[in-house]
């Protein structure tokens, strides 16, 4: 049998599982999977340096599917190559619940598949940080044992995302050559053609990225086969706009919507399987034709072999350590630098910014952290998040360990789940904390699928001052502290800047946000072996063992009026205690028994944050006192705001007194 036929059996193959899963399913998008079939039999057959017996081999091709809705292409690839786990019961089952073949493929649901997508331009974004990876990891541990290509199949939708901009050009910029993107150029979206709603020229757009870009018809294998090799060959990042027909092999829906987001239906799936020559049982694949795709799936076991002879000849240390990065275990030494930095901090108690506090901590901990990588979305004076001595990395250098991100907060934020997933690195980047709504989606990914970026948002509060309202976070706190899986600090001093960053790199099972102050705040902890923030919350004064009749809790820089607060009840004959809260999601967290120490007993709680109410009533009940914002800000002094808006100690004091004396 010819090559160019059995080729056209294998994509068939695909096309046929794709039809019956969606059947079964009575849901999903068929088109994607019959278009693209012949692009992914090339890529997965021709190209693709993989091992299904080991698909987490660490020097594999990656293979992103930003397209995420035609998830019945990557299960069937899966399949069709033998990775472990996925088997034709799994198929029969798409979106099912408790199967590996959800609607959209999650990385922590399903061997093989490398990031989360669903949402239209994360993938392609998630994939130029994949692609940074690749080229700081080669940098730093050599071509031998880090050499592979990231590929993207993306879709119309993925192109139209907002974020796909930012992606493109930080791609281009640093001509993340190994960075390939197959573009399912078909023209239909779910409301009809491309053309009501769209006319970008694709090709231009991508090449004024300083990107390669070609066209290519998409069924043509060996046209697909020869545009691929020329990528591998370039110096920038390469499109392939794929011509595709969405639904090719439908006699009555290929080319139009219908064949989108919809099952083709009994008729019309039996009428495209005689159209495509697929014969057979549903989910049947012709054993020579299976065994074709399961060599396919083996090719790559030659390559990982020879990889893992030429990882041996590294030294020892090295190699441990590039094993170490890989499997994002934290070094060792972490947790003694940080102790021995909140003592030198206790020795010379500084008043100032937790901004500054941060990059303090960052000096220390880049020295003992190698696979730590900073960066800022054009604010690295702001974040501070530029440690002493890190190197800036470059187009033609990718050995240092800070990167200029621009002014692209989503795009950041996609590429560091996509740095974190790639393995070997733990990135973290800065901007200001009300641009978190730029980067939310690409956040809460990162909830999703328990990656571990560390987010350093800066001026976290009216603290900011001049700048006015729409820098101003005053609902951002609650809104992030909501998305399940998120952990947010708000550090009152340097002290727990530094016990924050500890918690916030050691974490091993979701992101973290730092907000941080623009304002200086004084020094008001001691150097505790004990890691206090560890638990969420802490009281940090208390009444000296009487029983209190108030407990003031508070975050970051209202934890200095809280205790000024305190101070005022005090000399008024009312024992009062304050609890520091720099994370109040993490407290909520805690087993009941410390919970409930912790927040103690006291007739009268007032909780006091600038920023609004929601959440705090678990801490306070919802007969609590609040002292904070209850609307936007405005542009000011900080001084003036603070007093403008009624958030200092005489009216923490007040509020506390009323229900005392109630």
């Not at 090719?248 to 020559?277: D, M, Q, V």
């Amino acid at each position: 049998m010819a090559l160019t036929e059995m080729q056209n059996r294998l994509a068939n193959a695909i096309r046929g599982l794709a039809i019956d899963g969606v059947e079964a399913a009575k849901s999903g998008h068929p088109g994607m999977p019959m278009g693209m079939a012949d692009v992914a039999t090339v890529l997965f057959t021709r190209f693709l340096k993989f091992d299904a017996a080991n698909p987490h081999w660490a020097d594999r091709d990656r293979f992103i599917l930003s397209a995420g809705h035609g998830s019945m292409l990557l299960y069937s690839l899966l399949y069709l190559t033998g990775v472990p786990g996925m088997t034709v019961e799994e198929l029969k089952h798409f979106r099912q619940l408790g199967y590996k073949t959800p609607g959209h493929p999650e990385n922590f649901h399903t061997v093989g598949v490398e990031t989360t997508t669903g949402p239209l331009g994360q993938g392609i974004s998630t994939a130029v940080g994949f692609a940074f990876a690749e080229k700081m990891l080669a940098a730093q541990f050599g071509k031998k044992v880090v050499d592979h290509f990231t590929y993207v199949i993306a879709s119309d939708g993925d192109l139209m995302e907002g974020v796909s901009q930012e992606a493109i050009a930080l791609a281009g910029h640093y001509k993340l050559n190994k960075m390939i993107v197959l573009w399912d150029h078909n023209g239909i979206s779910i409301d009809g053609p491309l053309t009501l709603s769209d006319s970008v020229d694709q090709i231009k757009r991508f090449q004024s990225a300083g990107w390669r870009a070609v066209n290519v018809d998409g069924h043509d294998q060996d046209a697909i086969a020869a545009a691929i090799e020329a990528a591998q060959k370039s110096n920038k990042p390469t499109l392939i706009a794929c011509k595709t027909t969405i639904g090719f092999g439908s006699p009555h829906r290929a080319g139009t919507s219908k064949a989108h987001g919809e099952p083709l239906g009994p008729e019309e799936a039996k009428l495209s399987k005689e159209n495509l020559g697929i014969t057979g049982a549903p989910f049947e694949v012709p054993a020579d034709v299976l065994k074709a795709w399961r060599e396919a799936g083996s090719r790559g076991a030659s390559a990982r072999q020879a990889w893992e002879e030429r990882f041996a000849t590294l030294s020892e240390r090295k190699q441990a350590e590039f094993t170490r990065r890989m499997d994002h275990v934290r070094p060792a030494k972490l947790g003694k630098a940080i102790l021995a930095h909140k003592k030198a901090l206790a020795a010379n108690p500084t008043a100032m910014a937790t901004r500054k506090s941060s990059e303090a901590a960052l000096n220390v901990i880049v020295e003992v952290m190698p696979e730590l990588v900073l960066g800022s979305a054009d604010l690295t004076p702001s974040n501070n998040t530029k440690a002493k001595g890190l190197v800036e990395i470059t187009p033609k250098d990718f050995k240092g360990r800070y990167i200029h991100w621009g002014i692209r907060e989503h795009g950041m934020a996609a590429a560091m789940n996509g740095i974190y997933l790639h393995g070997g690195f733990v990135p973290a980047g800065g901007t200001f904390f009300v641009f978190t709504d730029y980067a939310r989606p690409a956040i809460r990914l990162a909830a999703l699928m328990g990656t571990c970026p560390v987010y350093v948002m800066t001026h976290d509060s009216i603290g900011l001052g001049e700048d006015g309202p729409t820098h101003q976070p005053v609902e951002h706190l609650a809104a992030c502290r909501a998305i399940p899986n998120m952990r947010v600090f708000r550090p009152c001093d340097a002290i727990e800047t530094a016990e924050c960053w500890q918690l916030a790199l050691e974490r091993t099972n979701g992101p973290t946000i730092l907000a941080l102050t623009r304002q200086n705040l004084p020094l008001l902890r001691e150097a505790t072996t004990a890691n206090l923030c560890a638990q969420g919350a802490y009281e940090l004064a208390g009444t000296g063992g009487g029983k209190a009749a108030v407990t003031l809790f508070a975050s970051g820089s209202e934890v200095e009026i809280a205790m000024n607060a305190r101070s005022i009840l005090n000399q008024r004959g009312v024992p009062t205690r304050v609890v520091s809260v720099p994370s109040l999601e993490l407290l909520l967290a805690q087993p009941e028994e410390v919970k409930a120490k912790i927040i103690g007993d006291a007739p009268v709680k007032v909780a006091v944050e600038a920023a609004v109410r929601f959440g705090w009533d678990a801490v306070i009940g919802p007969d609590g006192g609040f002292v904070g914002m209850t609307g936007f800000g405005a542009s000011g002094p900080i001084k003036d705001l603070y007093n403008h808006f009624g958030i200092t100690a005489e009216a923490v004091a007040e509020t506390a007194l009323r229900r005392h004396n109630g």
